[in-house]
Protein backbone atom coordinates (compact mmCIF):
# COMPACT_ATOMS: atom_id res chain seq x y z
CA UNK A 1 0.00 0.00 0.00
CA UNK A 2 1.36 3.76 -1.06
CA UNK A 3 2.65 5.66 2.09
CA UNK A 4 2.79 9.39 2.40
CA UNK A 5 5.08 11.39 4.67
CA UNK A 6 3.25 14.66 6.47
CA UNK A 7 5.13 17.29 6.76
CA UNK A 8 3.04 19.19 9.74
CA UNK A 9 3.33 22.96 11.40
CA UNK A 10 1.39 25.10 13.25
CA UNK A 11 0.60 27.20 16.24
CA UNK A 12 0.47 24.38 19.57
CA UNK A 13 -2.55 24.23 20.91
CA UNK A 14 -5.01 21.85 21.81
CA UNK A 15 -6.77 19.29 19.12
CA UNK A 16 -4.28 19.22 16.31
CA UNK A 17 -3.32 15.86 16.62
CA UNK A 18 -7.27 14.91 16.57
CA UNK A 19 -7.63 17.09 13.77
CA UNK A 20 -4.94 15.90 11.78
CA UNK A 21 -5.79 12.23 12.64
CA UNK A 22 -9.35 12.45 11.99
CA UNK A 23 -8.67 13.58 8.27
CA UNK A 24 -6.35 10.48 8.00
CA UNK A 25 -8.98 8.16 8.97
CA UNK A 26 -12.02 9.58 7.30
CA UNK A 27 -10.31 9.17 4.24
CA UNK A 28 -9.14 5.69 4.18
CA UNK A 29 -5.60 6.15 5.97
CA UNK A 30 -4.16 4.45 8.32
CA UNK A 31 -1.17 6.40 10.58
CA UNK A 32 1.57 4.34 10.84
CA UNK A 33 4.13 6.28 12.10
CA UNK A 34 5.10 9.71 13.47
CA UNK A 35 7.46 12.00 15.26
CA UNK A 36 5.65 15.22 16.81
CA UNK A 37 7.06 18.21 19.47
CA UNK A 38 6.01 21.49 20.99
CA UNK A 39 9.23 23.57 20.02
CA UNK A 40 9.04 27.54 20.45
CA UNK A 41 5.29 27.72 20.33
CA UNK A 42 5.04 25.55 17.50
CA UNK A 43 3.77 22.21 17.21
CA UNK A 44 5.49 20.23 14.41
CA UNK A 45 6.30 16.89 13.15
CA UNK A 46 6.17 13.98 10.65
CA UNK A 47 3.90 11.24 9.98
CA UNK A 48 3.07 8.47 8.10
CA UNK A 49 0.53 7.28 6.76
CA UNK A 50 -0.62 4.56 4.09
CA UNK A 51 -3.67 5.00 1.28
CA UNK A 52 -5.04 3.16 -0.91
CA UNK A 53 -2.94 4.53 -4.28
CA UNK A 54 -6.94 5.75 -5.55
CA UNK A 55 -7.54 7.55 -2.10
CA UNK A 56 -4.11 9.79 -2.25
CA UNK A 57 -5.93 12.61 -4.12
CA UNK A 58 -8.88 12.52 -1.70
CA UNK A 59 -6.31 12.07 1.32
CA UNK A 60 -4.18 15.32 -0.09
CA UNK A 61 -7.31 16.90 -0.76
CA UNK A 62 -8.82 16.86 2.74
CA UNK A 63 -5.46 17.70 4.25
CA UNK A 64 -5.78 21.16 2.95
CA UNK A 65 -9.12 21.73 5.06
CA UNK A 66 -6.88 22.24 7.95
CA UNK A 67 -4.94 25.11 6.67
CA UNK A 68 -6.26 27.14 9.68
CA UNK A 69 -4.56 24.95 12.25
CA UNK A 70 -1.88 23.28 11.05
CA UNK A 71 0.05 23.54 7.08
CA UNK A 72 0.20 19.96 5.83
CA UNK A 73 2.76 19.09 3.02
CA UNK A 74 2.07 15.77 1.64
CA UNK A 75 5.17 13.43 0.23
CA UNK A 76 5.24 10.46 -1.56
CA UNK A 77 6.95 7.66 0.56
CA UNK A 78 9.74 5.24 -0.95
CA UNK A 79 8.57 2.44 -0.85
CA UNK A 80 12.29 0.78 -1.13
CA UNK A 81 12.45 1.81 2.96
CA UNK A 82 11.22 -0.28 4.97
CA UNK A 83 11.33 -1.60 8.29
CA UNK A 84 14.47 -3.70 8.51
CA UNK A 85 14.80 -5.14 11.97
CA UNK A 86 18.51 -6.68 11.10
CA UNK A 87 20.36 -3.66 10.12
CA UNK A 88 22.85 -2.94 12.78
CA UNK A 89 21.85 0.50 15.06
CA UNK A 90 23.65 2.60 17.38
CA UNK A 91 22.87 4.89 19.80
CA UNK A 92 24.96 8.20 20.86
CA UNK A 93 24.01 9.96 24.02
CA UNK A 94 25.51 13.31 24.28
CA UNK A 95 25.70 15.55 27.18
CA UNK A 96 28.21 18.65 28.18
CA UNK A 97 27.32 22.77 28.08
CA UNK A 98 25.57 24.01 25.57
CA UNK A 99 27.08 26.15 22.99
CA UNK A 100 27.03 26.78 18.86
CA UNK A 101 28.28 23.59 16.70
CA UNK A 102 27.95 20.58 18.79
CA UNK A 103 25.28 19.38 16.16
CA UNK A 104 27.26 20.34 13.36
CA UNK A 105 30.27 18.27 14.92
CA UNK A 106 28.85 15.29 15.86
CA UNK A 107 26.94 14.87 12.58
CA UNK A 108 30.25 15.81 10.53
CA UNK A 109 32.10 12.67 12.56
CA UNK A 110 28.79 10.52 11.73
CA UNK A 111 28.51 11.50 7.95
CA UNK A 112 32.38 10.96 7.92
CA UNK A 113 31.58 7.33 8.90
CA UNK A 114 28.46 7.41 6.47
CA UNK A 115 26.17 6.46 8.82
CA UNK A 116 22.63 7.61 8.32
CA UNK A 117 20.60 8.96 11.17
CA UNK A 118 17.60 7.69 12.36
CA UNK A 119 16.31 9.43 14.91
CA UNK A 120 17.94 12.44 16.66
CA UNK A 121 16.37 14.81 19.78
CA UNK A 122 18.04 17.29 21.66
CA UNK A 123 17.23 19.89 24.21
CA UNK A 124 18.69 22.34 26.64
CA UNK A 125 17.95 22.42 30.43
CA UNK A 126 19.58 24.78 33.12
CA UNK A 127 22.38 22.96 34.78
CA UNK A 128 21.65 22.56 38.41
CA UNK A 129 24.15 23.50 40.79
CA UNK A 130 26.92 25.08 37.85
CA UNK A 131 24.49 27.52 36.76
CA UNK A 132 24.77 27.66 32.62
CA UNK A 133 23.17 25.57 29.87
CA UNK A 134 23.32 21.86 29.33
CA UNK A 135 22.97 20.85 26.07
CA UNK A 136 21.45 16.92 25.73
CA UNK A 137 20.95 14.87 22.49
CA UNK A 138 20.37 11.33 21.92
CA UNK A 139 21.05 10.05 17.93
CA UNK A 140 20.04 6.58 16.54
CA UNK A 141 22.39 5.88 13.65
CA UNK A 142 22.22 3.38 11.13
CA UNK A 143 25.66 1.54 10.82
CA UNK A 144 26.41 -0.02 7.43
CA UNK A 145 27.86 -3.76 7.38
CA UNK A 146 31.53 -3.19 7.78
CA UNK A 147 32.15 0.13 9.07
CA UNK A 148 34.59 0.48 11.02
CA UNK A 149 32.82 1.46 14.46
CA UNK A 150 35.85 1.26 16.71
CA UNK A 151 37.43 4.08 14.53
CA UNK A 152 33.76 6.19 15.07
CA UNK A 153 34.23 5.52 18.55
CA UNK A 154 37.83 6.83 18.93
CA UNK A 155 36.62 10.10 16.38
CA UNK A 156 34.07 10.54 19.11
CA UNK A 157 36.02 10.38 22.27
CA UNK A 158 38.58 13.10 20.54
CA UNK A 159 35.60 15.47 19.54
CA UNK A 160 34.11 15.11 23.01
CA UNK A 161 37.30 16.31 24.11
CA UNK A 162 37.68 18.94 21.84
CA UNK A 163 33.99 20.15 22.66
CA UNK A 164 34.01 19.55 26.64
CA UNK A 165 31.21 16.91 26.58
CA UNK A 166 30.22 13.53 27.71
CA UNK A 167 29.39 11.69 24.66
CA UNK A 168 28.41 7.30 24.90
CA UNK A 169 27.77 4.93 22.12
CA UNK A 170 26.26 2.34 22.75
Same mark, same amino acid.
Not at 106 to 113: I, N, W
Given at each position: MPRLVLTVIGDDRAGLVSALSAVVSDHGGNWEQSQLAELAGKFAGIV #? #???? =? /??IADLTAALSTLDEMLEVTPHPGNEAAGTDEERQRLTLDLLGTDRPGIVRE #?? =? #? +????DLSIETIATTTRDAPMAGGVLFEAQVVVQVPSGSDTERLRAE +? /?? +? =?GELFVDITVA
Open positions: #V #VSVD =A /EG #VT =A #V +LSRH +L /EK +L =A
